[in-house]
Nanobody, 119 residues
Framework: QVQLVESGGGLVQAGGSLRLSCAASGNIFSINLMGWYRQVPGKQRELVARIFSGGSTVYADSVKGRFTISRDNAKNTVYLQMNSLKPEDTAVYYC?????????????WGQGTQVTVSS
């Protein structure tokens, strides 16, 4: 069994920064994909950024140049550094990890963390 624990959300003024973390623990053999998504009420969950096992990254156009995704393979943790935050970045942020255990592959989501950017 694998568990995800997110942390780092909060309230920040426009132009400020936050760093989100998502740590995976449990029976992990390898982690394939790690990513961050966000959702606001009434809208679909959208990709913010993802990072593959080889280190390549993908970003939503709306966050390019402001957000940076990274991973620490030794800690099974993915980070999202968010700079120059805007009010439109306000959302619940979810991490997503595709993990191989010794018996199966699982696509897991974190519990979500609220990010609120005030103008």
């Amino acid at each position: 069994q694998v568990q995800l624990v997110e942390s780092g959300g909060g309230l920040v003024q426009a132009g400020g920064s936050l760093r989100l973390s998502c740590a995976a623990s449990g029976n992990i053999f390898s982690i394939n994909l790690m990513g961050w998504y966000r959702q606001v009420p009434g809208k679909q969950r959208e990709l913010v950024a993802r990072i593959f096992s080889g280190g390549s990254t993908v970003y939503a156009d709306s966050v390019k140049g402001r957000f940076t995704i990274s991973r620490d393979n030794a800690k099974n943790t993915v980070y999202l550094q968010m700079n120059s935050l805007k009010p439109e970045d306000t959302a619940v942020y979810y991490c997503r990890i595709v993990v191989d255990t010794t018996t199966s592959t699982s696509d897991l989501w974190g519990q979500g963390t609220q990010v609120t950017v005030s103008s």
